[in-house]
């Protein structure tokens, strides 16, 4: 059953602490993408890589890191440095980023994530 | 560079009767043009899109949308709406106009009523 994992959908934390979520494909992809959610907002784009090994920052980056060591997998960390963390985030993938604009992307489930 | 405006916030119709979700959209190039599904507390899913093949697309659940270049507008449409197709919505863009991945619009929350 090919798709997208995030885990866990549920996550708290306290402040000052990074936290790092999870996001698994097995639909053979190259290119993975991170974006925030906040209500009213629409989606926000927070880093997308094309390749492994290789990632860009989006509009919103800054308090965010990440890393694609394998092609299966992207996670993200949200560090402390990230001034309005709690928000829902949605991990996604896609066929490739330049060579084709039709293709779509594909989301996982989101991991909501509450800091306090 | 790209950009999508949602032209509502907010829908609401009755349970049986047509559904608009209005999309414009700038671009410099011939875009591709997509509508996604987020029902709460879930992920996106494709509801449909354009590619510059046929103007008019169908796609899952009964939605349609319309790609007209002299308007710049993509509106999703549905002949019937039904209690399940409460949720929102996002108009996306994509074109060549440089590496950037989709482009998404705000969202319209579609409500169906009884």
């Known amino acids: 059953d090919g798709g997208i994992t995030q885990s866990p959908k549920y996550l708290f934390r306290k402040e000052g602490q990074n936290v790092t979520l999870s996001c698994e494909q097995n639909?053979?992809?190259?290119?993975m993408y991170w974006y925030r959610q906040d209500p009213g907002q629409g989606l926000r784009l927070i880093y997308y890589?094309?390749?492994?090994?290789?990632?860009q920052k989006g509009d919103i980056a800054e308090g965010y890191s990440v890393s694609r060591e394998k092609k299966e997998s992207f996670p993200l960390t949200v560090t402390s440095a990230q001034k309005n963390p709690t928000a829902f985030y949605l991990c996604?993938?896609?066929?490739?980023?330049?060579?084709?604009?039709?293709?779509?992307?594909?989301f996982g489930p989101g991991t909501r994530l509450t800091v306090t | 560079a790209q950009s999508v405006t949602q032209l509502d916030s907010h829908v609401s119709v009755s349970e049986g009767t047509p559904v608009l979700l209005r999309c414009n959209y700038s671009?410099?190039?011939?875009?591709?043009l997509f509508w996604y599904v987020q029902h709460p507390n879930k992920g996106l899913q494709l509801l449909l899109k354009?590619?510059?093949?046929?103007?008019l697309v169908k796609g899952i659940n009964g939605f349609e949308a319309e790609f007209k270049k002299s308007e710049t507008s993509f509106h999703l449409t549905k002949p019937s709406a039904h209690m399940s197709d409460a949720a929102e919505y996002f108009c996306?863009?994509?074109?060549?106009?440089?590496?950037?991945?989709?482009?998404f619009g705000k969202g319209t929350r579609l409500s169906v009523i009884a």
């Open positions: 996604a993938s896609s066929q490739t980023l330049l060579a084709d604009i039709s293709y779509e992307q594909y």
């Open positions: 639909l053979n992809h190259d290119a």
């Open positions: 890589s094309q390749i492994v090994n290789d990632f």
């Open positions: 671009s410099s190039y011939s875009p591709s």
């Open positions: 354009y590619t510059s093949a046929a103007t």
């Open positions: 996306v863009v994509r074109d060549y106009s440089g590496n950037t991945p989709l482009v």
